[in-house]
């Protein structure tokens, strides 16, 4: 992201915090995730439900599955996704989606939507696209239970050394923080 627009989202995302701070406590104190995280995510998946969702999600999954790179798993979304409309989580008009068939507020594939999704509103639906409450509470659901305690931070701020090699970034590019230091990154205190 540029400056400008980081400013803008996070400008966003303080007012976001502000006008739903009744029911971001609930959901913190709910799952133990802090509000500030689940804002962040929604604000960095779909711009806070601003981005447009171009892709049918089920046209968008049955591609992955044939063509794609992993398409054992897709073919397994493509069965999720089905019993999402299946069991009337979602109009299918509704599953718009990423490219790769990520859904709602959040970004839900259809599995993540079958063990995370919540009815935090208590309507008796678990609805990621068109309820904010619901899709923030089912991003707080996925991380606590994938492990998120609360009691660790998730991060840390870090300088780079001068020429450091960006390609070491990633999920998958995962070390241990003795092996950061020793390649020069420092925690910024």
Known sequence: FNPTALNALAATGRSKMAQLAP??????????????????????????????????????????GF???????????????LKILQE?????????????GAMG????????????????????????WGTVTDALASAANSLHSQ??????SWGYEVKLPAKFDCTLQGPDKALPISEWIKLGVARVK
């Open 23 to 64: 029911q971001l406590a609930a959901i913190q104190k709910q799952y133990n995730v802090p509000a500030s995280i689940v804002v962040a995510i929604w604000g960095r998946e779909t711009g806070f439900g601003k981005v447009d969702m171009p892709f049918d999600a089920l046209s968008a999954i049955a591609t992955q």
């Open 67 to 81: 063509m794609g790179r992993r398409p054992d798993e897709f073919r397994n979304e493509l069965l999720v996704a």
């Open 88 to 100: 009337q989580h979602a109009t299918r008009a509704m599953m718009k989606s990423s490219w790769a």
């Open 105 to 128: 507020y959040t970004q839900f594939l259809p599995t993540d939507f079958d063990k995370y999704g919540v009815d935090f509103d208590g309507d008796g639906k678990r609805d990621i």
């Open 147 to 152: 492990g998120w305690d609360g009691a660790q």
